[in-house]
T-cell receptor, first 112, second 114 residues
Framework: QKEVEQNSGPLSVPEGAIASLNCTYSDRVSQSFFWYRQYSGKSPELIMSIYSNGDKEDGRFTAQLNKASQYVSLLIRDSQPSDSATYLCAVYSGTSYGKLTFGQGTILTVHP | GAVVSQHPSWVICKSGTSVKIECRSLDFQATTMFWYRQFPKQSLMLMATSNEGSKATYEQGVEKDKFLINHASLTLSTLTVTSAHPEDSSFYIC??????????FGQGTRLTVV
């Protein structure tokens, strides 16, 4: 079983719709959770961090964390074509030299 | 926000030569730095983790004598690809973490070995 799994893509949504990206993790002691966006040919960019159960909103982005279910999600409201990218879920557990464990990524395409 | 600068952005080198890539945290002290490699349309692959002043911890399968990592200060880490070969051509990306748990990425270095 992979340590961090993301919903298989690619995901395609129309402009203006809500894009929902999901991630599950296996290590129960995981402490911190992150969403990165990576445009083609570029390096990842941190867009959201979440540490406690519940929702965290930042502009059009909402991260949701449920530690009991070992589940974290990212909602993108009013999706724009510029949101088209690969979204990476990352988890920090404080072990393994403090490295982040990444999911395989979900490719999102927002079509006009 | 936290800024990580990676240099060079791209490099072309001849087979058998060595290439050094620098990663600097510009506005925070990076206690931990990570080096990744990414092939086209594939996921990030962690190569090694380094903490300032100590030896890097390499992931399984990564040759530490080929990929030399130095983290001499809290703001600078370097990756040297020694005796590069065409199969080393890839996108190399560093990331840095300070006091928190977030890690911030550099712009990446596209290495082409000819």
């Amino acid at each position: 079983q992979k340590e961090v799994e993301q919903n298989s893509g690619p995901l395609s949504v129309p402009e203006g719709a809500i894009a929902s990206l999901n991630c599950t993790y296996s290590d129960r002691v995981s402490q911190s959770f992150f969403w990165y966006r990576q445009y083609s040919g570029k390096s990842p960019e941190l867009i959201m961090s979440i540490y406690s159960n519940g929702d965290k909103e930042d502009g059009r982005f909402t991260a949701q964390l449920n530690k009991a279910s070992q589940y974290v999600s990212l909602l993108i409201r009013d999706s724009q074509p510029s949101d088209s990218a690969t979204y990476l879920c990352a988890v920090y557990s404080g072990t393994s030299y403090g490295k982040l464990t990444f999911g395989q990524g979900t490719i999102l395409t927002v079509h006009p | 926000g936290a800024v990580v600068s990676q240099h060079p952005s791209w490099v072309i080198c001849k087979s058998g030569t060595s290439v050094k890539i620098e990663c600097r945290s510009l506005d925070f002290q990076a206690t931990t730095m990570f080096w990744y490699r990414q092939f086209p349309k594939q996921s990030l692959m962690l190569m090694a983790t380094s903490n300032e002043g100590s030896k890097a911890t390499y992931e399984q399968g990564v040759e530490k004598d080929k990929f030399l990592i130095n983290h001499a200060s809290l703001t600078l880490s370097t990756l040297t690809v020694t005796s590069a070969h065409p199969e080393d051509s890839s996108f190399y990306i560093c990331s840095a973490r300070g006091a928190g748990h977030e890690a911030f990425f550099g712009q990446g270095t596209r290495l082409t070995v000819v």
